[in-house]
Structure formats: structure tokens, C-alpha cells
């Protein structure tokens, strides 16, 4: 048992060993940060730990080395003066706020291997935060006046998340809400659809409504909206036409089938006879019983009715402005009716399983032009849908 305690102690001893290396390691690499955040969690759970001094002298080091580091680094970022570095400099002020307020709780903090309270010499940055928020705010607010001044889709792109940036950082910031708004719609590409039918058929109504009601198609694309009717205000610069150009439809036709169906089953049974045309009895005086198997014959009489269309056409892309094609993509669907059903004469016992299925069906009325180019539609919907997601502008 001593033993067991003796070799406990030892894992824990290094245990914390290896913990005390881990934060000097930090601490001699730079990784200040890291090594405050190893230390502080040490020193939370317990002051009497063994490692204790050892993190409490390393805790005081990093601090120290970390806010010399971030205060020299905010003085070059001052004279350099950048739009750029007002975001570093806040951050820089929030990182040493950060750390004082990780360390206050554990405060006082006595070292015996020092012989004295770890030194911690802590700032008030209120007013720093405040001055370097403002600056930041600013910064950014010209950065997405700029943008927006060069008036391309892309810088209004950029525009928007500079404007999504400041108001995380200081919400209901002057005209933020607004700008933002109007840089998403200028940094918007407005594609006009038109569907045109080129085939001398008639196209359903609703199918065409279909087809161009784009709040079905779940493309959830930001900076892309589709329109199926022009709307007021809006610059549309790309364009796709939804060319139908062949629709094919084949007459009604149905065709009958003959088959003869031939099984042996089993009918009964009869008794095991010797010569002498007695009953055979077993063992125990019980007759024997074999099985009596028939032929039996059905003649099937299968009908098929069947009707096809074939709809098909082009995707093609556009540039508005330049007027000129981008791409061009073939789209096309088939759709076949079927229907089949079954009549039979003779032993119903003759028939197969797929046969049953097909006595339970009935002759249906074939769908008219019209519908078979409807049901033709709702696969061209899923295919144009396909194009539209691996063709984004």
C-alpha cells in the first residue's frame, strides 16, 4: 500500500511538472497569452498546490512581458496613424483589459520562492477603449464610403461587411442601418428570367408559373435574386432565357397480351393403398396420407396503355449590358404514362403473383396534352434548378 501511494504521488508530482513546463514553454516562445490563461487556471483551483509559486512567478512574468509587448505595439500603431491600425489598436486595449480582469479575482497573490506579492501593475484603459473604439468606428465608416463611392457590385460587396463589422461593434451607429441596406441592393446581381416557347405548342399557364416562381427553388443565394417580371428601380444586368424549343407528344396507344399459365398444385390428398387396395397404416395404426397435386390453366389477358412526351429546350445566359450570350446549357425531360391491368379465364390458381397485381387495376383515362406537359414540366423545374445552382453568377 505505501507503495501505491508512493507511486501516486509521483504521477501527480509530474503531473504538475509537466504543467509548470508547459506555461514556461509558452512564456519563452511569446505565447504570453497562453501561458496567462495555463497559469490562472492552475492558480483557480488550488493555492496549495505544489506548482503554486512556480505559476504564480510565471503569471507575473507573462503579464508583464505581455502588456510591455501590446503598449510598444500601440505606440508604433499611433505614429503610423493607418485606417488599418485603428482596428488593432482597439483590440490591442481590449487585450490588456482582457488580462487584468483575469487576474484581479485571484489577487493578492504571495510567493514564498519570491518572498513577496507577485507585482502586478494594473492601468485604467477606460478612456483609451473609448478613444480607440471611436477611432475604429470612424475608420471603418470612411473604409465603406470608399467602397461604396466606386460604384462596382464588388466594392459594394465589400462595403457591406465593412457597415455588418461596424454595427456588431456600435450598433444604430448614425446612417449604418441605411447604407447597408442600400450596398446589399447595389451589390446585388438582379437576373431577369424569361421563359420562351419556341415549340408552336401550347405550355401550360401554371407550368410557366411554376417555372418562374423562384421562391420555390430554395437557392438562397445572397448577393443573387431572380426575377421572373421586371421590377421598377432595378438595373438587371444578367439575364437567362428559358428556351423551350421541341415538345413531342406521342398518340394514345394501347396494346393486349396473351399468356397461358400452367401450374401443378396441390388438391388434396389420398390414402397410401397396398395391392390389394387396403389402406396402409403406420406404426401406431394411423393412415398414411400422400399428397394429391393437379394441373391447372388460366389464359392472362394483359392490357397496356401508354402516352409520352418529350419536352426540350435550351438554359441560355446573358449579359444584358454588353448584350452577349455567357453560356448555353441543354435542358430536356421525358415523361411517360403507363398504366396495365389484367383479365383472366380459367383456374384462378394458375396465375402468378405478378398477375394478382394487375387484377386489381383498371382501365384509366388517358391525361390530356396538357397535363403530360405539366407532369414533363416538374422534372424540367428540378433540372433547371440543378443549372441555376452549379451556373451561379
Request: one cysteine or more.
Amino acid at each position: 500500500m505505501k507503495a501505491f501511494y508512493i507511486l501516486v504521488f509521483t504521477a501527480l508530482f509530474s503531473i504538475s511538472c509537466n504543467s509548470v513546463k508547459r506555461t514556461q514553454k509558452f512564456v519563452s516562445q511569446g505565447n504570453y497569452d497562453k501561458a496567462i490563461e495555463l497559469a490562472t487556471k492552475k492558480l483557480q483551483k488550488d493555492k496549495d498546490a505544489k506548482e503554486y509559486d512556480a505559476h504564480v512567478r510565471l503569471l507575473e512574468e507573462a503579464f508583464l512581458k505581455a502588456k510591455d509587448e501590446d503598449t510598444r505595439h500601440i505606440a508604433f500603431l499611433k505614429r503610423e496613424n493607418s485606417p488599418a491600425g485603428a482596428k488593432e489598436i482597439y483590440y490591442t486595449y481590449l487585450d490588456l483589459q482582457t488580462r487584468q480582469d483575469l487576474i484581479r479575482p485571484l489577487l493578492p497573490l504571495y510567493s514564498k520562492e519570491m518572498g513577496r506579492k507577485a507585482n502586478f501593475v494594473f492601468s485604467d484603459y477606460s478612456n483609451d477603449l473609448l478613444a480607440a473604439k471611436d477611432a475604429y468606428i470612424q475608420a471603418l465608416y470612411q473604409e465603406a464610403i470608399v467602397y461604396m463611392q466606386r460604384n462596382t457590385k464588388k466594392d459594394y460587396r465589400s462595403a457591406f461587411n465593412v457597415l455588418c463589422e461596424l454595427d456588431e461593434t456600435q450598433p444604430n451607429y448614425r446612417d449604418v442601418h441605411q447604407l447597408r441596406e442600400d450596398a446589399h441592393f447595389r451589390g446585388t446581381d438582379f437576373v431577369f428570367v424569361t421563359l420562351n416557347n419556341h415549340t408552336g405548342q401550347f405550355i401550360p399557364y401554371r407550368l410557366e408559373r411554376d417555372l418562374l416562381d423562384f421562391n420555390t427553388y430554395g437557392l438562397d443565394d445572397f448577393w443573387t435574386e431572380y426575377h421572373g417580371q421586371r421590377e421598377n428601380g432595378i438595373n438587371y444586368d444578367l439575364g437567362i432565357d428559358l428556351n423551350f424549343q421541341t415538345i413531342q407528344i406521342s398518340p394514345e396507344r394501347i396494346s393486349d397480351r396473351q399468356y397461358t399459365r400452367n401450374q401443378r398444385i396441390k388438391d388434396g390428398y389420398d390414402y397410401r393403398r397396398d395391392r390389394a387396395g387396403n389402406i396402409v397404416r403406420d406404426s401406431l395404426g394411423n393412415p398414411i396420407k400422400i399428397d394429391k397435386f393437379i394441373n391447372v390453366i388460366a389464359t392472362v389477358y394483359i392490357t397496356t396503355q401508354e402516352k409520352a412526351v418529350f419536352v426540350g429546350g435550351t438554359v441560355v445566359y446573358k449579359d444584358l449590358n454588353k448584350r452577349r450570350q455567357l453560356n448555353s446549357f441543354p435542358l430536356s425531360s421525358e415523361f411517360v404514362f403507363e398504366n396495365a391491368f389484367a383479365t383472366f379465364r380459367g383456374d384462378e390458381r394458375a396465375l402468378t403473383t405478378e398477375d394478382r397485381k394487375l387484377l386489381n387495376n383498371h382501365f384509366i383515362p388517358f391525361p390530356n396534352n396538357e397535363q403530360m406537359v405539366f407532369d414533363a414540366g416538374t422534372d424540367i423545374k428540378e433540372r433547371f434548378k440543378d443549372i441555376l445552382r452549379e451556373n451561379s453568377f
